[in-house]
T-cell receptor, first 110, second 116 residues
Framework: RKEVEQDPGPFNVPEGATVAFNCTYSNSASQSFFWYRQDCRKEPKLLMS???SGNEDGRFTAQLNRASQYISLLIRDSKLSDSATYLCAVNKGNTGKLIFGQGTTLQVKP | DTAVSQTPKYLVTQMGNDKSIKCEQNLGHDTMYWYKQDSKKFLKIMFS???????INETVPNRFSPKSPDKAHLNLHINSLELGDSAVYFC???????????????FGPGTRLTVT
């Protein structure tokens, strides 16, 4: 089993749709969780950290489910500009090491 | 001001050559990282330095040698380049969380290395 797993997609959704991605992790000792966005031929950019209580930033909501060992990202009212690959990252150990999932590709269509 | 910068942005070279990539961050972070993203888009950690000390050294061929002259700079030297080294190499930086877990990492624009 991979340490961090994501459904690669692609997820094709119409503008205005709500879409959710999950990311499962295998190390129950992980303490830090992040969602990054990566556009084609660009660097990963931090979208949001994922806190135990869940957190929201505008149209984006991130949640952590420790019991089932997954994090989720919900995007409401999808925009064309949301089209990108969404990477989840989970820490391993105390050295700042992040394990990244392979990414989920989102295509928002007009 | 660019927070994490890398040079060069593109690097095309022949097998067997030696090349270096440079990274600088002006975020005041104490930890820097090198990642490799292959053609299948997997992003994998290679090395990390905290205040010039190597703290992460993944299973990477010893042709790859990182160097950190100070906490704001991290370079990657690659000897005897091979076709399989073709990838995008990203530098990143963060603060190091000593109590467990990780702080957010911020990435440079990447260096696209093509070995012919």
């Amino acid at each position: 089993r991979k340490e961090v797993e994501q459904d690669p997609g692609p997820f094709n959704v119409p503008e205005g749709a709500t879409v959710a991605f999950n990311c499962t992790y295998s190390n129950s000792a992980s303490q830090s969780f992040f969602w990054y966005r990566q556009d084609c031929r660009k660097e990963p950019k931090l979208l949001m950290s994922v806190y135990s209580s869940g957190n929201e930033d505008g149209r984006f909501t991130a949640q952590l489910n420790r019991a089932s060992q997954y994090i989720s990202l919900l995007i409401r009212d999808s925009k064309l500009s949301d089209s990108a690959t969404y990477l989840c990252a989970v820490n391993k150990g105390n050295t700042g090491k992040l394990i990244f999932g392979q990414g989920t590709t989102l295509q928002v269509k007009p | 001001d660019t927070a994490v910068s890398q040079t060069p942005k593109y690097l095309v070279t022949q097998m067997g050559n030696d090349k270096s990539i440079k990274c600088e961050q002006n975020l005041g972070h104490d930890t820097m990282y090198w990642y490799k993203q292959d053609s299948k888009k997997f992003l994998k950690i290679m090395f990390s330095y905290n205040n010039k000390e190597l703290i992460i050294n993944e299973t990477v061929p010893n042709r790859f040698s990182p160097k950190s002259p100070d906490k704001a700079h991290l370079n990657l030297h690659i000897n005897s380049l091979e076709l399989g080294d073709s990838a995008v190499y990203f530098c990143a930086s963060s603060q190091l969380r000593t109590s467990g877990g990780s702080y957010e990492q911020y990435f440079g624009p990447g260096t696209r290395l093509t070995v012919t």
